[in-house]
């Protein structure tokens, strides 16, 4: 059962179709990003890292982008399939903190087949 | 590898009851996490520790403590549970030594329910 996400925004795409997903920073001194994956009774886990020297990197299906100008980062999964369907979160890290990650609290992805 | 492992996976208990939560890592990781997990919020570090023997509070640990005796284990106790309590509680970890040190991995959750 889910025990987040019930106020959280939902994006709902059809199975096929290119999904984006966005995430706002706040903290321009912030030097790392993480996009995590959060299926319903189960843990985060890791799609996609970038760096802030980085405005792109691409993985399988999965592409981040970063606009440090406006603090914006936004994950794009092409070609959606059902196995999508999750909460996505992103993470950002402070420059000079070694561990402390801020965590968002996630967008809902539904793929309609 | 197991990666990051969590028991129980689910607990009720009552008011002021006390108990346990168990992480373990066989990754060989140095920093090991403890978040909770409300409905509509972020992940919020509890307690961490970046090696054996050691821990620090993190955003939100009071009512918690927590013991580091093994690099591989990481143990999170409520003494006496409140109502407030009730979340779903993540471990992480994480080797500061890798190209992706900064990256988090995490264990599949205890969902706890204080009445």
């Known amino acids: 059962g889910e025990s987040v996400g019930l106020h959280l925004p939902t994006l709902s795409v059809q199975e096929g179709d290119n999904s984006i997903i966005n995430c706002a920073y706040s903290?321009?001194?912030?030097?790392?990003f993480i996009w995590y994956k959060q299926e319903s009774g189960k843990g985060p886990q890791f799609i996609i890292d970038i760096r802030s020297n980085m405005d792109k990197r691409q993985g399988q299906r999965v592409t981040v982008l970063l606009n440090k100008t406006v603090k914006h980062l936004s994950l794009q999964i092409a070609a959606t399939q059902p196995g999508d369907s999750a909460v996505y979160f992103c993470?950002?890290?402070?420059?000079?903190?070694?561990?402390?990650?801020?965590f968002g609290s996630g967008t809902r992805l539904l793929v309609r087949p | 590898n197991a990666g990051v492992t969590q028991t129980p996976k689910f607990r009720v208990l009552k008011t002021g009851q006390s108990m346990t939560l168990l992480c373990a890592q066989d990754m060989n990781h140095e920093y090991m996490y403890w978040y909770r997990q409300d409905p509509g919020m972020g992940l919020r570090l509890i307690h961490y520790?970046?090696?054996?023997?050691?821990?620090a509070k993190g955003e939100v640990p009071d009512g918690y403590n927590v013991s580091r005796l093994k690099k591989q284990n990481f143990l999170l106790g409520l003494e006496s549970a409140a109502p407030s309590q009730t979340s779903v509680y993540f471990c992480?970890?994480?080797?500061?030594?890798?190209?992706?040190?900064?990256?988090?991995?995490f264990g599949p959750g205890t969902r706890l329910t204080v009445l």
């Open positions: 903290n321009s001194a912030s030097d790392y």
């Open positions: 993470a950002e890290k402070r420059r000079g903190s070694s561990y402390k990650l801020i």
């Open positions: 992480a970890s994480s080797n500061p030594t890798l190209p992706s040190a900064d990256t988090q991995y």
């Open positions: 520790s970046v090696g054996e023997g050691t821990t």
